[in-house]
């Protein structure tokens, strides 16, 4: 499979054999992957927030896959996915975040 490769965007200065050696691999690593590594943390105002934990609550007790759009890109959550609570404390700040966590299939 013919993989494109974008110019180097390294400067002038870094692009010693080593250097142009792995950002081309990881060009090409990242090209054979279908899904780019992503990590988003989105703001939603109150009633949309609801809204869609009243959607994941109705899939999870229907037994169904669960879609959701996060900050752009639509997202299906697998019904074999693991659900956890996470409760964070640092200083005067805290935190709780609901996790759904799975793998997808190669």
């Known amino acids: 499979m013919p993989v494109s490769l974008s110019p180097c965007s390294l400067p002038a200065g870094e692009r010693d054999a080593g250097s142009l050696r792995e950002f081309y691999f990881n060009e090409w690593a990242t090209s054979m992957n279908s899904k780019p590594e992503r990590d988003v ?3 939603y105002p109150l009633p949309e927030f609801i809204a ?13 896959r669960f879609e959701i759009q996060i900050a752009g890109e639509r997202i299906s959550v697998p ?4 659900f956890n609570i996470e409760h964070e404390r640092e200083g005067e700040s805290e935190e709780i975040e609901f996790q759904i966590k799975w793998e997808n299939p190669q």
């Open 79 to 82: 019904v074999r996915a693991i």
């Open 41 to 43: 943390e989105k703001a």
């Open 52 to 64: 869609k934990l009243r959607r994941l609550a109705d899939a999870l007790e229907q037994g169904e």
